[in-house]
């Protein structure tokens, strides 16, 4: 069935590519054609008109035409007299032999005297030769046989007509020759969609090769997908053919490892927070009743859980809501300057207790190429993460500037920090800094914001530096690629 389905592909790819070509070679083989008969025509009727004009000058000489006059006139030998014996009286039949310095042989001469009577010609049937007569000098076709011309012939001496010349061309020979053009139009047409096709199979063939070879790629996942990587490159289209396409389906099997990973990282998440619900709903339903205290305590609790479980929902939906806004606007370009300014408006309304330092360059524009939205999502994560740790100075401060022509921002806290050995995880999903004090009392959080700054950081090729000293703070830098 593939067979058959590559067979049909491979003749409706030739058939759509070839038919233009074929029909431009059908049309000048025709226009060819047609200009090469045209042509034929053409000097057949030049070398008719000259002929004709040359031997109506030789008869011009003439006081009068009688066939004895045009007898001794052409020293015809070869002559047969058509109707009688008297020569000045009747019309002669001449071979060609005896004008074959005035016309070709392929035409017949007609001679004509003043009233019209043929008195010579060189065509064997003289009754056709009465009949090429006519009263115009224009061409005139007689059928497929040929065509004639008709002159007068004009005495040089007397100054008036004394007879009429017709000569007629005969196409014996340009239908032979248009056929056998006609012929050899058709076989190199033949021959040239032949070649075409061979030519056209060696060229195209290079080309569909990695599309074959993608084919066998595709099936290789499909039937065993940990082979994937094991691709053998050929030459170098197919190289960076296939190159892409490994890399896109490694885009795609890393996307799948992180959402399931992601989903089984909330599964397990979510199954501490329902358990302990669970556990104090099973207070409730014993003794909730009749102590008040349990009934508090246990419904404070529940509250609690159900908060984390809000929380890590919006930001197992924010994460999701990033991999989809990244495929729209990617591209786009911010001004970090503004993006700040108008952000602290809003964030010192929310951190009203928190003092913030603020380091901008005057009178100048910085510009990134990063997303707005993503870039002010990427300061939230930074100073909400330096703001939970920071239990006693709650002070962060935020610095922009340019280093080597690249955007620098820099966000520093003045918190509780962190070991050395806790930076290489903090970018990891759910992960959360162990710090001297329990994390229920300094973090209200579930350890994502730092992955979706990853994400951001990976998308951008932002590049983030962190430095932390333990109850001294923590500084995130961030350095953006100089913007395009």
């Not at 058939?15 to 042509?39: D, E, H, K, W």
């Not at 940990?226 to 030459?235: A, I, P, S, V």
């Not at 305590?297 to 809000?310: C, F, G």
């Amino acid at each position: 069935m593939n067979r058959l389905k590559e067979k049909l592909l491979n003749k409706r790819l030739s058939r759509s590519s070839i038919l233009p070509l074929l029909l431009m070679i059908t049309a000048f083989n025709i226009v060819l054609y047609q200009g090469f008969t045209q042509l034929f025509l053409a000097n057949d009727r030049y070398q008719m008109k000259k002929d004709l004009r040359s031997m109506t000058k030789v008869l011009s000489k003439e006081s009068e035409l009688t066939t004895s006059v045009l007898v001794s006139l052409f020293n015809a030998d070869h002559l047969s007299n058509v109707d009688g014996d008297d020569q000045d009286q009747s019309s002669v039949v001449l071979e060609n032999d005896g004008l074959s310095k005035y016309i070709s042989s392929e035409q017949t001469v007609a001679i004509f005297d003043a009233d019209k009577h043929l008195l010579l010609t060189t065509d064997s049937d003289s009754s056709q030769s009465e009949d090429l007569l006519a009263e115009s000098s224009n061409y005139h076709r007689v059928g497929t046989r040929g065509y004639y011309l008709t002159t007068k012939v004009v005495s040089e001496k007397t100054h008036g007509t004394i007879g009429y010349v017709t000569v007629f061309q005969d196409l014996k020979l340009y239908e032979k020759t248009r056929r056998y053009l006609l012929l050899f139009m058709i076989v190199l047409e033949v021959v040239a969609l032949i070649v075409i096709l061979l030519l056209f199979r060696r060229m195209t063939k290079p080309y569909l090769k990695p599309l074959e070879d993608l084919k066998s790629l595709a099936e290789t996942i499909s039937s065993s997908p940990e082979e994937t990587g094991n691709t053998k490159w050929k030459n170098p289209l197919e190289q960076e053919l296939l190159q892409n396409a490994n890399n896109y389906l490694e885009v795609v099997a890393d996307y799948t490892k992180h959402q399931s990973q992601a989903i089984s990282e909330v599964s397990h998440e979510l199954r501490t927070p329902v358990a302990i619900i669970k556990g104090h709903l099973g207070l409730l339903k014993r003794w909730g009743k009749e102590d008040s205290t349990i009934l508090q305590e246990s419904l404070d609790v529940a509250y609690d859980e159900t908060e984390k479980m809000s929380m890590m929902i919006d930001e197992i939906l924010d994460s999701i809501r990033f991999q989809n806004e990244v495929i729209e606007n990617r591209d786009q370009k911010t001004d970090l300057k503004a993006s700040i300014e108008k952000l602290l408006e809003k964030i010192r309304v929310v951190y009203p207790d928190v003092s913030f330092n603020v380091s901008l360059p005057e009178n100048k524009s910085i510009m990134a190429n990063i997303y707005q939205h993503h870039f002010e999502q990427l300061m939230l994560i930074l100073i909400d993460n330096g703001v939970k740790y920071s239990t006693k100075i709650k002070r962060i401060h935020i610095t922009l500037e340019l280093s080597d022509k690249q955007p620098l921002l820099k966000i520093r806290d003045e918190g509780n920090g962190m070991a050395k050995e806790e930076i290489n995880y903090i970018f990891e999903r759910f992960y959360r800094s162990d710090t001297s004090q329990p994390v229920s009392e300094v973090v209200q959080g579930l350890g994502i914001g730092l992955n979706v700054l990853k994400q951001i950081a990976e998308v951008y090729r932002l590049k983030v530096t962190v430095n932390s000293v333990i109850d001294e703070g923590t500084e995130f830098k961030v350095l953006f690629p100089e913007c395009r």
